[in-house]
């Protein structure tokens, strides 16, 4: 199979989900990857937040919120449909979850006037925007991967899958190299960089979730 064979074929809908899964993903995975360095350099003392033990509390919001919610939204999605509304909403959610991250210290909050126990839920502390990231892995779990088949041919399926986990592999191994060299240039202490580059991948999917939204809408979208 020649390469162009394996490109051709797949409409404009499936482009725009993979690029939106890409997007999506730049902004969660590099993001978790950083997320103990970031949570030492801007939120200790918050709430007491020294210690490897709360920072791996914080750490883990995103991934057990998903193993909650994940079922629970592919559920809504199957009964309700709107699939690229949950799109949205939920990358309008991670742009939300990095600009608190990147903007904590300019927030009217103190840090440590919402705290319980060593967590801090105003908006100024970790645990919401940490939240916000776990509403947007679900989302991306139960609605993005499934939403494959509603763009593709079922008898390219395989392709169709494999071409989109290549590109989410492209952009996951891409935008690390980013956050190091902002790091490099603004100090290694400064996450605000590299979460200002994050919220600016999940804006770039709202709109590609829009786009694939009216392009959903078209009757002609098949085409």
């Known amino acids: 199979m020649r390469f162009e064979d394996l490109l051709s074929g797949f409409s404009a809908g499936y482009w725009l989900l993979a690029l939106h899964c890409m997007t999506v993903y730049g902004a969660i995975f590099p993001f978790n990857n950083i997320s103990a360095a970031l949570l030492r350099a ?3 003392p918050s ?8 920072i791996g509390y914080i750490q ?7 193993a909650v919610a994940t079922p629970l939204v592919g559920i809504l999605v199957d009964k309700h449909g709107r699939r690229t509304a949950w799109m949205l909403g939920s990358a ?9 991250v990147a903007y904590h210290d300019s927030l009217p909050w103190p840090p440590t006037e919402h705290c319980v126990g060593f967590m ?8 919401v925007p940490f939240l916000l990231v776990g509403v947007a892995y679900s989302v991306v779990a139960g609605v993005v991967w499934p939403s494959v088949m509603c763009v593709v041919d079922p008898a390219r399926k395989g392709t169709a899958f494999g071409l989109l986990n290549s590109l989410q592999n492209v952009t996951i191994a891409i935008v690390p190299l980013g956050v190091a060299a902002q790091l490099d240039l603004y100090g290694s202490d400064n996450y605000q960089p590299p979460e200002q580059l994050m919220a600016a991948l999940a804006a770039v999917a709202a709109v590609l ?7 959903d809408a078209s009757p002609d979208h098949g085409q």
């Open 42 to 44: 801007q939120y200790v």
């Open 47 to 54: 709430c007491g937040i020294s210690d490897a033990a709360a």
């Open 60 to 66: 883990g919001i995103p991934y057990s919120l998903a």
């Open 92 to 100: 309008l959610l991670l742009m939300a979850a990095h600009l608190l």
């Open 120 to 127: 801090d839920w105003g908006p100024s502390g970790p645990a």
């Open 209 to 215: 979730a829009a786009l694939l939204w009216r392009w």
